[in-house]
């Protein structure tokens, strides 16, 4: 695939979201007309660039309004055709998508919806060609304690701390890495999402110059240690062996 056309270039993924879509951009460039899957792709902020950049993205979801909000926004941009959308559960992907392999499967923000995170886990594996990609993005439960901290709220964040020593909290970035590890998945790279962006106050970002060093500062800091290991959300990109 290449970038996006400059006059769809306004759809790319920006924002908290802008790490994780120049990974997937990176990891598809030079494959032609690649097969992705969304489970749980919602409204399609990440399916509608991905088709633009010329891939054919089937997007699961259980949400019915979720998928016409997906149809009416690859139709305004002319990528209808590459967009499958299908109504169905993550946790029975093969029900909803059968027995094929995709060469990018998308689990963004999905296994801390399930009831079964390793059954869901193990079918979206399932899901990739041998030699394709998994492309994985949790949230991190490591900075909820800083984040009811920085607000003010020391009881909430005692019971987040709570959570993660009692391993009662969402699966986060370390469940994600062992449950790769698991199914014999190479990590490619690990990326901490939007770690400023989640932290200053929307006062400080009242000047042009103060937004640009904060897209630079979570650019820059997105796999520098420790700023990564505290980020809101954590992207990982994890290759099956072919
Ligand atoms: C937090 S949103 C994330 C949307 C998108 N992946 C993103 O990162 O922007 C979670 C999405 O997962 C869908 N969802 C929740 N549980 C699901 C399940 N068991 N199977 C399929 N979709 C599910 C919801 O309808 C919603 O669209």
């Known amino acids: 695939v290449q970038d996006v056309a400059p006059n769809l270039s306004s759809l790319n993924p920006t924002g908290r979201q802008a790490v994780a879509w120049r990974v997937l951009v990176a990891a598809l460039a030079g494959i032609e007309s690649p097969e992705v899957l969304d489970c749980g792709g919602g409204s399609g902020t990440f399916a509608v660039p991905l088709a633009a950049l010329g891939a054919d993205v089937t997007v699961v979801d259980l949400s019915a ?21 299908v109504q169905g559960d993550v946790e029975m992907l093969r029900d909803a998508v059968g027995s094929r392999g995709f060469d990018l499967v998308l689990a963004h923000e999905i296994l801390s919806a399930v009831d079964d995170v390793r059954a869901a886990f193990a ?3 399932a899901a990739v060609r041998p030699g394709g990609l998994l492309s994985l993005l949790s949230t991190n439960p490591a900075a909820a304690v800083i984040s009811r901290a920085l607000a003010g709220d020391l009881p909430a964040a005692l019971a987040e701390l709570r959570a993660i020593e009692g391993d009662l909290a969402e699966p986060g970035p370390d469940a994600m890495r062992a449950l790769c590890e698991e199914h014999g998945l190479r990590i490619e790279s690990v990326h901490g999402i939007g770690i400023f962006s989640e932290l200053v106050p929307g006062r400080a970002l009242d000047t042009p110059a103060a937004r640009e060093a904060l897209v630079e500062l979570d650019a820059s800091s997105s796999t520098l240690s420790p700023f990564a290991e505290i980020a809101g959300r954590v992207h990982l990109l994890a290759r099956k062996p072919g």
């Open 65 to 85: 309004d979720a998928l016409a909000t997906l149809t009416r926004r690859a139709a305004e941009t002319g990528v209808a055709e590459r967009i499958t959308a």
């Open 123 to 125: 079918q979206i594996v």
